[in-house]
């Protein structure tokens, strides 16, 4: 089945303590991207990765680092946590980042909480 | 700055009434607009686009959407709501200095039996 599967669902953790939310998409797809969503501002977009090796910054980079050895994955980091991370957090793929025609297909979303 | 606005943070139809969930856009050239999904506990699912041509748009489980131009509006309707459409539903502008997309803030629809 074509999919996007991202881990943990959820996830409670402490300030300061490092994590990686892993995704991972088994469509070939070249493009991949996190999004954060939080109540009454939708999606914004953390990072997104054109293809292997090519990263760039979403609109809300800070506290966040990625990359993008294989194609099929695109994990997230946080090197240090803070309360101000809480969020759902969706992973997306799509067939190419150079075209908006592209649908793209999201995972199911890591809940975070950090204390 | 391109902007997507849903002015709707929350929506209650009763079953088999219409629906309208209203987007509003703010962008200089022709947009490329998208309506979402998000069903509860589950990730977003495209319900239908649009990029040029007719501005009447068909989507998956029996949505349309119309473009305006003169009111920078993108409007998702349905004629007759299910109990399953409760979901949260997002519109989405392509931006196409680098193909990323700008979201609104979503407005959740609930559905009154």
């Known amino acids: 089945e074509a999919q996007v599967t991202q881990n943990p669902r959820y996830l409670i953790t402490v300030t300061g303590k490092k994590l990686t939310v892993t995704c991972s998409q088994n469509m070939n797809h070249e493009y991949m991207s996190w999004y954060r969503q939080d109540p009454g501002l939708g999606l914004r977009q953390i990072y997104y990765?054109?293809?292997?090796?090519?990263?760039d910054k979403g609109d809300v980079p800070e506290g966040y680092k990625v990359s993008r050895k294989e194609k099929r994955n695109f994990p997230l980091i946080l090197e240090s946590p803070s309360p101000n991370q809480t969020s759902l957090y969706f992973c997306a793929s799509s067939l190419s980042g150079t075209s908006l025609y592209n649908e793209q297909f999201f995972g199911p979303g890591t809940r975070l909480t950090v204390l | 700055a391109q902007s997507v606005t849903q002015p709707d943070i929350h929506i209650t139809v009763s079953e088999g009434a219409s629906l309208e969930l209203r987007c509003n856009y703010s962008y200089g050239a022709t947009p490329y607009l998208f309506w979402y999904v998000q069903s509860p506990g589950q990730g977003l699912q495209l319900l239908l686009k649009?990029?040029?041509?007719d501005t009447l748009v068909q989507g998956i489980k029996g949505f349309e959407a119309e473009f305006k131009r003169s009111q920078s509006s993108f409007n998702l309707r349905k004629p007759s709501v299910h109990w399953s459409d409760a979901a949260e539903y997002f519109c989405?502008?392509?931006?196409?200095?680098?193909?990323?997309?700008?979201w609104g803030a979503g407005t959740k629809l609930i559905i009154k039996p």
């Open positions: 989405a502008v392509g931006r196409g200095s680098n193909y990323q997309l700008i």
């Open positions: 649009y990029f040029s041509g």
């Open positions: 990765s054109m293809n292997v090796e090519v990263t």
